[in-house]
């Protein structure tokens, strides 16, 4: 019979992995639900066409490349609600075992401090309520290329599979592969082939959405006034200096916990960053020389890119930049920038941790301390358990779609979806509002509305395509001129009636409760928009 003590390393190896789970399962409950989570930015259908302008949008600036090719590869082997699950686990899974393992510590409860820290911040909670999912493989995927990094860092070449892999998994965004990028060229930057190998591995990990830039028609130039719209801002009294401290300040209060808004939110950042404080020194001496110091300033980099709009001229200089320079459009959002902040944050909060128990002589009461920590993150945010308070519930797609995707399948051609405008709020949805989901569930070129409306800001697109049937809807025009072979008019709540008028030429072929179809019998080829 085994002996108790022979169970403790075996123990200790499963307490990082079980930890992962546990906070995985607490966030991603209501997925047990049948359904697709549809939450703004993230739209996952039954399955995905795969068209070449996923790889090469011709119209728009490729911010989705490669993610939705990708996706559309995926769901030839698993249906889009599986895929979905996946990644959602995956995202929270790495998180907390990247974050738990990069810790330089060998007490198991340091380890854990950081892996509950890392994946219960605000700035998962928010992302993932915007549904930039993309992104948050990029923040699950940041503390396992550090750690590989800091290993090439000193010679270790059986650490590049790892950076290059979990690289790969961070650059299916454009912001995340660039934040990648920046962080490895930073802890590795050496004059050794190693280091300039794993650089420029890097680098063509960002091909296809640089090559897709290269290609596009669209103007790679913004419209400055994302700039306003997409700027961090205040969550509580702290302001908006405290929410980036807390690693929160998303642009879109839609997507904030109402935990952010409590008046001692601020209070917990601020004993978290006290911890922080205490952890530096512990983390400048066990890591190798330097690279605490290097990766404190990617840190700061992109903190300070998540600020610039509190600078006097801050604004004004980005307003200048996105007008003015090609792809800058990028920076606009710039508290996406606070994912390397977040990593530093939640690794020293849990060295400071360990060294304030330390100081104290009864390891009871130690033991209190860490585990005062180890709750602290989910104490501070008890909201983002049960699917953010049952925020993220799936929901099944009615059947409507599925027949409009059997209709427009058997005769292809350009679809127009309207209302016209990028998202929309479906009542089947649990009143969520979602990205239009049919140009990524129908295998046809759907013309949507690429403007952006935050409040009473728009920030205009790119697709000419768009502005010219948006004039067209303004104007009353019978859509049948446009040129377009099918017509979709969805079910949204609060949206317009769309005029009888604008139908006239069309053949309903599809009468829906959710879901109207119609077809174009004035077709023509369209030339120019």
């Keep these: 019979m085994p002996r108790t003590g022979s169970r403790r390393p075996t123990l200790r190896r499963l307490a990082l992995p079980a930890t992962a789970v546990v906070l995985t399962l607490l966030v991603l409950a209501p997925l047990v639900a049948p359904g697709y989570l549809l939450a703004y930015d993230m739209v996952f259908v039954p399955r995905q066409p795969l068209r070449a302008d996923l790889l090469v949008p011709s119209a728009t600036l490729p911010r989705a490349v490669p993610l939705d090719a990708l996706v559309s590869l995926a769901t030839t082997v698993l249906p889009g609600w599986l895929l979905q699950r996946v990644v959602l686990a995956a995202i929270l899974l790495l998180a907390a075992i990247g974050a738990g393992r990069l810790v330089p510590a060998d007490r198991l409860g340091t380890r854990l401090v950081a892996a509950v820290a890392y994946a219960w911040t605000p700035y998962l909670a928010e992302r993932l309520l915007l549904g930039q999912w993309g992104l948050l493989l990029a923040y699950a995927a940041l503390p396992w290329i550090v750690a590989a990094a800091i290993r090439l860092g000193t010679g270790d070449r059986r650490a590049l599979p790892a950076l290059l892999g979990f690289g790969a998994l961070a650059a299916v965004t454009p912001t995340g592969g660039l934040l990648a990028l920046l962080t490895v060229a930073v802890l590795v930057a050496r004059r050794t082939v190693l280091a300039a190998g794993a650089i420029a591995g890097m680098a063509l990990l960002n091909t296809p959405w640089l090559l897709a830039a290269a290609l596009t028609d669209a103007d790679a130039r913004s419209d400055p006034a994302g700039v306003a719209a997409f ?89 200048w930049l996105v007008a003015g320079v090609p792809g800058a459009g990028l920076l606009r959002d710039g508290q996406k920038f606070v994912l390397p902040y977040a990593l530093v944050l939640c690794v020293l909060m849990a060295l400071g941790a360990e060294r304030a128990a330390a100081r104290l002589p009864d390891r009871a009461a130690a033991r209190v301390v860490l585990a005062g920590a180890l709750l602290l993150p989910v104490a501070l945010q008890p909201d983002l358990a049960f699917g953010a308070a049952n925020r993220l519930r799936p929901a099944p797609y009615p059947a409507d779609f599925a027949a409009v995707t059997r209709l427009v399948g058997a005769s292809p051609g350009e679809v127009l979806s309207l209302p016209f405008s990028a998202y929309h709020t479906y009542s089947w949805n649990h009143g969520r509002t979602v990205l239009d989901p049919l140009p990524r569930l129908l295998d046809a070129d759907v013309l949507t509305d690429d403007r952006l409306i935050v409040g009473n800001i728009v920030v205009s697109g790119e697709d000419r395509r768009a502005c010219a049937v948006r004039q067209a809807v303004a104007a009353g025009t019978p859509l049948a001129t446009l040129g377009v072979r099918w017509i979709v008019v969805q079910r949204v709540v609060g949206a317009a009636e769309i005029p009888a008028g604008a139908l006239s030429g069309l053949r309903m072929v599809h009468d829906g409760r959710d879901l109207d179809l119609y077809e174009n019998t004035l077709r023509r080829e369209v030339t120019t928009w």
Excluded at 254 to 260: A, D, E, G, I, N
Excluded at 289 to 318: D, E, K, T
Aim: glycine share 12%; net charge positive.
């Design 231 to 319: 700027a961090a801002r205040a969550e509580n009294w702290s302001g908006t200096l405290g929410a980036l401290l807390g690693t929160g300040g998303i642009w879109n209060a839609q997507t904030t916990l109402p935990s952010r808004e409590s008046v001692l939110a601020p209070l917990g950042t601020l004993l978290l960053l006290v911890l922080a404080v205490a952890g530096a020194r512990a983390l400048r001496t066990r890591w190798p020389a330097g690279a605490a110091v290097r990766l404190a300033a990617v840190a700061a980099a992109g903190f300070l890119l998540a600020a610039v709009v509190l600078l006097p001229g801050g604004r004004a200089l980005l307003e």
